[in-house]
């Protein structure tokens, strides 16, 4: 029996500076951010928040799909890291599109370690949005725009 995938965004090809945006909601914001004549990168900066390591104890892990445990003794731990998707350096901002469908079980996690590498960082006064649709694009594009007065 196949296994039912869970909805996710729908993928409709927009294209946008020459690079492939994964939502209609990702599609709007760049649009509107370049209609605020607003300086930002797209899926440009990669944040390293945890380094790889490797677990010196026992280590078993079911495998996806599978009835059985692996063993991981000794192998290497990959690290986290996070690519979001609009960062302005100029104008200190990120904004991450989530829209309403059901997102990575892992990005709560990864957002609240981000949170800590701004801070650990000196970019603790940087503005970061995650808005979930179009109003909430244009209240952080206005809310940047205010703070940028």
Same mark, same amino acid.
């Given at each position: 029996?196949k296994?039912?995938?869970k909805p ?14 994964? #939502?209609? !909601?990702?599609? *709007?914001? *760049? ?10 990168? *797209? =899926? ?12 010196e104890?026992? *280590?078993?892990?079911?495998t996806?799909?599978?009835?059985i445990?692996?063993?991981k003794?000794?192998?290497a +731990?990959?690290?986290v890291?996070y690519?979001p998707?609009?960062? #302005?350096e100029?104008?200190?901002f +990120?904004? =991450?599109t989530?829209?309403? +469908?059901?997102?990575q079980?892992t ?7 981000f !949170? ?9 006064d940087?503005m !970061?949005f ?9 209240d952080a ?9």
């Open positions: 029996m296994r039912r995938r996710t965004a729908k993928k409709k090809g927009h294209v946008r500076g020459g690079k492939k945006l994964k #939502s209609s !909601l990702e599609a *709007y914001c *760049y649009d509107a951010l370049r209609d605020a004549k607003l300086q930002f990168d *797209y =899926e440009e900066h990669k944040y390293y928040l945890m380094d790889g390591f490797k677990y104890g026992v *280590y078993h892990k079911a996806r799909g599978k009835d445990m692996v063993d003794t000794g192998k +731990v990959l690290g890291t690519t998707d609009f960062v #302005s100029k104008h200190k +990120v904004i =991450e989530k829209g309403w +469908v059901p997102s079980h990005f709560t996690i990864r957002w609240k370690m !949170l800590h590498h701004m801070n650990e960082t000196g970019k603790g940087w !970061l995650i808005p979930r649709n179009r109003k909430q694009v244009d594009i206005n809310i940047i725009k205010q703070q940028l007065k």
